[in-house]
Structures are given as structure tokens and as C-alpha cells.
């Protein structure tokens, strides 16, 4: 029932700008965050924001905080990720995910607490 799509995805130069978004679907619920995690290969699925439906409060990771941006439309019940300055280093497939209640949306980023994902959209910075 409850469902993410990411999209945005692509191939961009270094310092390069993609917009991402998570369309989400099912909740019944308004306490939840919805994050936007990364797997690079050889890699383990790290944080790189969220942000707490209730009240709109945001996080980043450190490798992002000034560079990326998150965002929600909620008529939409869209998250988006604005990145800007992307380096190659950022190259990773990205994923969104939903935690339940919204304030185990932290800069901790514990990939466990989060239920559900969606299928990956492919983020590639080339040099």
C-alpha cells in the first residue's frame, strides 16, 4: 500500500545541479520522515537528508550540508532533492525512504529505522 518512486536521476558534469523526487503514495498517517539515502558501489547505504512531515524540520549529512537541499510539496506528496556543486564523489544510486514517527528523522540517519523504499534512481557525476 504505501509506495516511493524516485526520479531525477541521471548524468551530470561536476558541478552540475539534479533535482530528485520522491513521489509517495499509502499513508494514512502524518508523523513520518521521509529521507533521501545513497549507495555507491562497494558501499553501504549512507544518509543524506530528511525531512519530518509535522513539522517540516530538515537534516543533512555532512558531505552535502551547503550543496544540497530538500524540500516537500505537500499537495503534491512530493519530497524533493535539489543537489547543486556535484562532484564525482556524490555519484551513488539514490534512494527515498519513510520512518515512522518523524522525529527518528535525524542527522543519524540509522538506515534501519526506515520501512519503506523505493526502487533507486541512478546519480552519476562525471569529472
Known amino acids: 500500500e504505501m509506495q516511493l518512486v524516485e526520479s531525477g536521476g541521471g548524468l551530470v558534469q561536476a558541478g552540475g545541479s539534479l533535482r530528485l523526487s520522491c513521489s509517495a503514495s499509502?499513508?494514512?498517517?502524518?508523523?513520518?520522515?521521509i529521507g533521501w539515502f545513497r549507495q555507491a558501489p562497494g558501499k553501504e547505504r549512507e544518509g543524506v537528508s530528511c525531512i519530518r512531515r509535522i513539522d517540516n524540520t530538515t537534516y543533512y549529512s555532512e558531505p552535502v550540508k551547503g550543496r544540497f537541499t530538500i524540500s516537500s510539496d505537500n499537495a503534491k506528496n512530493t519530497v524533493y532533492l535539489q543537489m547543486t556543486s556535484l562532484i564525482p564523489e556524490d555519484t551513488a544510486v539514490y534512494y527515498c525512504?519513510?520512518?515512522?514517527?518523524?522525529?527518528?528523522?535525524?542527522?543519524?540517519?540509522?538506515?534501519?529505522?526506515?520501512?519503506?523504499w523505493g526502487q533507486g534512481t541512478q546519480v552519476t557525476v562525471s569529472s
Open positions: 499509502g499513508f494514512t498517517i502524518d508523523d513520518y520522515g
Open positions: 525512504g519513510t520512518v515512522i514517527p518523524s522525529r527518528f528523522c535525524s542527522e543519524t540517519f540509522y538506515v534501519s529505522l526506515y520501512d519503506y
